[in-house]
């Protein structure tokens, strides 16, 4: 195969995972390549991702008919390459190699030759839209938020995310713009293992608003607290590092492993559970809760594009119900006075500020508590006293992961 085909393929391979199958991308990235490569095939099939709307149109405009689904996904690529400013006749040879490989499709490689090579020399996505989210989560955001910002976190899912950490002071970390709220962004980070203060723990991968519920906990040395649904553990470090001793529970084995290794490479100690929230029962309250639902992670869409192509919302009101049922049973584990953050990576009410609302009345001894957090804008903040973080805030930055979050304090 030929040099930079095989992680064209594989991305090839993935897209057709995601959008024939309904795998999410976690699902088909075992892909048996070196680490380079893997990281490309990866970088490509998200980057077609963000744009599949938009190259759909513009090969529509070249094809008589239908293509078969790998076909189209060749197509795709080269045409994201090129906008990423790929050399026009590696991206064509390349495409063309792909489809000729398979007997069942390479009766079109000319075909891919002839619409690849009738694309314009300019940057072909130059001045189209960014892809919109589907109907189901687009319709709902319109609604609460308007058309004008809905567009604008269309526009930043369809870039490339930074990378940010959050820092251990005094400790080695890379290079970077430190961010208002504290955290590092990378614009170009690398292989992460390979930068400064990886191997010393100074630091972990954690986006922006991922951070802020641990940072709107403010725990203190030596208080008991509970991280619960804890993996993949970048707030258990964060509450483990200021000095809280600290329960991580989480359902699954295999993620609480990522927990207990993230643990192990930053010398910080928790103490580690697997079990079903729904059944566990602490054997002593705690002086703070933090319960980051599972939810919908539609919030999350700038770096998982994969989501909208293998989700359609159905979930949601079950694990909006899921949601309540935790908030109830962490309420329960908590000392008098004692505190819950409850957050959400989801950008939809319904697991958001209506769960606030919803867990304010069913318990009416709760207090809401703001927080003074560095670099939270006022406007952040709701009128019940939630803070709804949005991918379109810092656009200019790159922007953030949607999130909800709020605490409150047991009577």
Not at 110 to 132: I, S
Request: glycine fraction near 10%; hydrophobic fraction near 45%.
């Amino acid at each position: 195969m030929a040099e930079g085909v095989a992680a064209r393929a594989v991305a090839v391979e993935i897209l057709t995972g995601i959008l024939g199958e309904g795998r999410m991308l976690e699902d088909v990235a075992d892909l048996g390549l070196p680490p380079a490569d893997r990281a490309r095939a990866l970088r490509l099939a998200a980057s077609v991702l963000r744009w599949l709307e938009p190259v759909d149109k513009l090969l529509d405009r070249q094809l008589r008919k239908a293509p078969p689904l790998m076909v189209r996904n060749v197509l795709r690529l080269a045409v994201v390459e090129r906008a990423l400013g790929a050399p026009a006749h590696g991206v064509v040879n390349a495409a063309v190699e792909i489809v000729r490989q398979s007997k069942r499709t390479a009766h079109l490689s000319g075909l891919v030759n002839a619409v690849l090579r009738a694309l314009p020399e300019t940057d072909v996505l130059a001045g189209l839209p960014p892809q919109k989210l589907p109907r189901w989560l687009r319709q709902p955001l319109v609604h609460g938020w308007g058309r004008e910002v809905v567009t604008a976190i269309e526009a930043v899912h369809a870039t490339e995310p930074p990378l940010d950490l959050t820092l251990r002071p005094g400790l080695p970390a890379p290079e970077g713009e430190l961010l208002p709220t504290g955290s590092l962004r990378l614009r170009e980070a690398g292989q992460v293992s390979a930068l400064p203060g990886y191997a010393e723990g100074g630091w972990w991968v954690q986006d922006a608003a991922a951070a802020m519920p641990a940072r709107l906990l403010d725990v203190k040395a030596g208080e008991r607290v509970l991280d619960l649904c804890a993996a993949p553990g970048g707030k258990t470090l964060q509450l483990a590092s200021a000095g809280a001793s600290v329960t991580a529970l989480d359902i699954s084995g295999p993620r609480m492993a990522r927990v207990e290794a993230n643990l192990a490479r930053t010398g910080l100690q928790a103490t580690c559970v697997v079990a079903d929230a729904l059944q566990w029962q602490p054997d002593a309250p705690f002086d703070a809760i933090l319960l980051d639902a599972p939810c919908s992670a539609t919030g999350t869409i700038r770096r998982h594009p994969d989501l909208p192509f293998v989700k359609d919302g159905s979930e949601v009101h079950g694990l909006a119900a899921l949601q309540s049922t935790l908030i109830d049973r962490a309420l329960g584990w908590l000392k008098p006075g004692g505190r819950l953050v409850f957050a959400t990576c989801s950008l939809l009410a319904e697991e958001g500020e209506d769960q606030l609302a919803s867990a304010l009345a069913r318990h009416p001894d709760l207090t809401v508590e703001r927080a003074a957090l560095p670099g939270v804008d006022a406007g952040w903040w709701t009128e019940a006293g939630g803070l709804r973080l949005r991918p379109d805030y810092w656009a200019d930055r790159g922007g953030m992961d949607g999130f909800f979050m709020a605490r409150v304090r047991k009577g």
